[in-house]
């Protein structure tokens, strides 16, 4: 079952997250799973939202790859990590595109 998934990093900003993606790019192949990225800044650092194929999935991404990938550009560990079963994800009826 897919889940949904936000990791919050306080104090974060767009150019640490850049840097961040920079290291996971040097990693091989992109994440394993994932089928939804989008992130953004917020009042006090960095979000991150994403859905992917499974809690385990996520797990091993988040676990291997994204949490060193912030620790080696000098970010902090996530101040909040949740995770939840997704009921839908995708395009939504009716909604437009502009």
Request: negative net charge.
């Amino acid at each position: 079952m897919s889940v949904s998934t936000v990791l919050e990093f306080q104090g974060v900003t767009q150019e640490q997250y850049e840097r961040m993606g920079a290291e996971l790019d040097k990693m091989a192949p992109g994440p394993d799973g994932i089928l939804i990225h989008v992130c953004g800044p917020t009042v006090d650092g960095w979000r991150i939202a994403d859905v992917w194929e499974s809690r385990e999935a996520f797990d091993r991404f988040a676990d291997q790859r994204l949490l060193p990938a912030m620790a080696a550009v000098g970010g902090p560990q996530p101040s909040k990590r949740e995770v939840y079963e997704t009921y839908h994800a995708g395009a939504v009826q009716g909604a437009s595109s502009g």
